[in-house]
């Protein structure tokens, strides 16, 4: 397998251009903010999937959102919720008060943070989960979901947006 730098930025390119697809983001946060679910981890779901043919077993889901729950707890969400309070004060605040230096400083490092728990999947997955090879990126993608579905027991509105971001994150462009 290959070195877990390569592995970890060739995750991250693909996040960022799975991330800035049509509807991608939005359906990401949506499941994030309204279900609780792990952006970096639905990434990962979708990289095995696009890059492999790779779907997780509900176990392997399991053991890379325990590989990423520190991470999120302690690190991410801190900074997220920092960055979000200060966006938020800054649409309140007087007017002349400039937050923008601030907030794009916790919006890098809240990036950061996000490559470390995408470095942290990588390193988990590289030691090994349940997992198994699929016919289709999003044939794989979709039965990653359905782990991850269980794994997190989820609600069906979560499951049936989970199906939609593996359609919209994988769809091919025609031309």
């Not at 990289?47 to 997780?56: C, F, K, M, T």
């Not at 200060?86 to 916790?106: F, H, Q, V």
């Not at 942290?120 to 039965?143: C, H, I, Q, T, W």
Request: aromatic share 8%.
């Amino acid at each position: 397998m290959a070195d877990l730098e390569a592995l970890t930025e060739d995750f991250w390119r693909f996040s960022l251009e799975t991330y800035a697809k049509p509807g991608v983001q939005a359906l990401s946060l949506a499941l994030q903010d309204d279900h609780g679910c792990d952006v970096n981890l639905m990434l990962f779901c979708l990289w095995l999937a696009d890059s492999q043919g790779i779907a997780l077993e509900s176990s392997g889901v399991g053991e890379l959102a325990l590989a990423a729950g520190e991470l999120n707890n302690e690190l991410v969400s801190p900074v997220r919720s920092a960055r979000r309070w200060l966006k938020s004060y800054g649409e309140t605040a007087r007017e002349g008060l400039s937050i923008k230096p601030e907030y794009d400083a916790l919006k890098s490092v809240e990036l950061k943070c996000e490559r470390l728990v995408q470095r942290a999947l990588v390193v988990r997955y590289r030691d090994g989960v349940l997992r198994r090879s699929m016919a289709s990126p999003v044939s794989a993608a979709r039965a990653s979901f359905t782990a991850y579905a269980e794994a997190h027991k989820a609600n069906p509105d979560a499951v049936k947006r989970l199906g939609e971001l593996a359609d919209r994150a994988l769809e091919r462009d025609p031309f």
